[in-house]
Nanobody, 127 residues
């Protein structure tokens, strides 16, 4: 069974940092592309970062570029999203997703492009 479990969310003040983790099981992390999505209250789910299977493509949405960093530790079967300089508008539920060919197009694309999803972790950034 393919599973992805996010962790690391919480409450942080504006300007602070959080590091999210996505622990994967049931598949080899180095065989799949990974993406981070988020969904803010009242908004559609949006892709914010992804990395392709062989790390040939790394992409960030404009809203997070320069502040967020995606990374993988294949030995630990874990993907990370380091978030810095957090803003209230970053408040959202954050999800990781996996797909065999994910991110190879050069961006995360729509959420329909990703087959496997975690349940999300909540990030709240106070003013």
């Amino acid at each position: 069974q393919v599973q992805l479990v996010e962790s690391g969310g919480g409450l942080v003040q504006s300007g602070g940092s959080l590091k999210l983790a996505c622990a994967v099981s049931g598949f080899r992390l180095d065989s799949y592309g990974i993406a981070w999505f988020r969904q803010a209250p009242g908004k559609e789910r949006e892709g914010i970062s992804c990395v392709s299977r062989n790390n040939g493509v790394t992409w960030y949405a404009d809203a997070v570029k320069g502040r967020f960093t995606i990374s993988k530790d294949n030995s630990k079967n874990t993907v990370y999203l380091q978030m810095a300089s957090l803003k209230p508008e970053d408040t959202a539920n954050y999800y990781c997703a996996a797909d065999l060919y994910g991110c190879r197009s050069g961006s995360s694309g729509g959420d329909h492009s990703w087959l496997h999803w975690g349940q999300g972790t909540r990030v709240t950034v106070s003013s």
